[in-house]
């Protein structure tokens, strides 16, 4: 289970096996229903375990989910152009987030928002969010921006990293509870190497998004 979701799943297997227990005893068979929605509610804070790829060139899926956009020459706070890949998280994905590349957390930044749903284009300005900023070593270009995003179901985002902490490549450093996005959003020139494409379903600390390609020495 997620280390970020012990209070809802305390309360999950207590509410729904004391609930289990009563209809159990009061109507036989229909005790089904409410262990089907405690254990389903249960798979939605799952946090299997992931094997990384290795490589100080790539840039790894923060989330799992579908790729839903992907878009050059976004423009930063700093007037910046930057390469931005979004994907879609439905209740039925895995929801812990993770660094998509080695780095120091240079900024946390939470907004308070609206709480549309994650499909609607105008919800990645609209939605509560949290930014987290990653300085990089060669031969990544900094910063990483990673952005979690609320959506209409999901109302809590969890972000457990801090500023000046130091993250591997897909460690785990947070969660959004229920249906949302997370962007991720990478210095942007061409000697990116975009490994996806729209509608790619991905997983977090697993997935592939980008490679950085040598730039040959003049």
Known sequence: MAPYARLEVTLIVLGGGALTAVCAWLAGWWAVLPAVIALALLSFYRDPPRACPVGDDLILAPADGKIV?????????DDRQFLRIMIFLSVFNVHINRSPCAGRVTAVDYRPGEFLNALRADA?????????????????????????????????????????????????????????????CLVDDPAWEVRVAVGDAVKAGRTVLARRRAVPER
Request: hydrophobic share 35%.
């Open 69 to 77: 956009e992907i878009t050059h020459g976004v423009a930063g706070p």
């Open 124 to 184: 990645d300005v609209r939605n509560e969010s949290n930014t987290l900023e990653l300085e990089t070593a060669a031969p990544l270009p900094g910063p990483v921006r990673v952005r979690q995003i609320a959506g209409v179901l999901a109302r809590r985002i969890v972000c457990t990293a801090r500023v000046g902490e130091r993250l591997t490549a897909g460690q785990r450093y947070g969660m959004i509870k229920l249906g949302s996005r997370t962007e991720v």
